[in-house]
């Protein structure tokens, strides 16, 4: 007999390639702004803002293929992205020991209601209208780090409709995968479950329905995502 007074909602999971076996998803950080081209392309100064980080929620993650356009946005972009997922946590994280905590990586989508986002900047409200809603981060499979190690560098691109719109390297991140790991380990406990988005590359832009997104990072493989 059940213990909670309604139906607890499903643990978000993430398909692992080469496996039946799921990975649960327990938070997700974002971070902003941690390639230099793509914050001068929004606007920002790379010498002087230091990168940030906000939050999507765990079942914003979808591995379906699809990508419905969000309601009540009429500029919605994408931002191809690593995700980093942590097998274990921990507080206060030494740099030197942040990669043992990492699962494995995918490929990811950091799908934004720019016109939203832009009006929250503006009003300087937070972000959760312009990122965090429903499947707004589409994602490849899972791949563990046990079969293809910490990818530090590696082309990072995004083409739509077969024309190439995103072009970057992992080398190019401001903040490393470790260093985020320790930054947000200072701030919160991260826990087996916990995935980061490692940012974007600049080339970030519009979709419409009845595009095809490829999203494609070097020793990770690519996905293809339809806006529907
Ligand atoms: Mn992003």
């Given amino acids: ?38 914050t001068v392309e929004m606007g920002g100064d790379p010498d ?21 356009y969000p309601p009540r946005s009429s500029d919605v972009h994408h931002e191809v992205e690593m995700l980093v997922a942590l097998g274990t946590g921990g507080t206060d994280i030494p740099l030197g020991e942040a990669l043992d905590r990492v699962w494995g990586y995918a490929v990811a989508l950091d799908m934004t209601r720019r016109d939203r986002q832009g009006e929250a900047k503006a009003a300087r409200h937070p972000w959760e209208i312009g990122k965090a809603f429903a499947r707004s981060a589409p994602c490849g499979p899972l791949i563990p ?49 916990d995935v980061i988005l490692s940012g974007t590359p600049s080339g970030v ?5 009845g595009d095809a997104l490829t999203a494609r990072i070097e020793g990770l493989g690519a996905f293809d995502v339809r806006v529907v």
């Fill in 145 to 193: 780090a046990s079969e293809i190690g910490h990818p530090a560098s590696g082309a990072v691109s995004l083409t739509v409709n077969g024309t190439v719109r995103q072009e970057g390297d992992l080398g190019q991140m401001i903040w490393k995968v470790p260093e985020m790991i320790a930054y947000l380990s200072n701030y919160f406990t991260l826990a087996g479950g």
């Fill in 1 to 38: 007999m059940s213990r909670h007074v309604i139906d607890p909602a499903p643990v978000p999971s993430l398909a692992i390639r080469g496996s039946a076996a799921r990975f649960p998803v327990r938070r997700v950080y974002c971070i902003g702004r941690n390639y230099a081209a793509h």
């Fill in 48 to 68: 002087r803002d230091a990168p940030f980080f906000f939050q999507k929620n765990p079942d914003d993650l979808d591995q379906s293929g699809d990508f419905p």
């Fill in 205 to 209: 832009g519009p979709v419409t329905r």
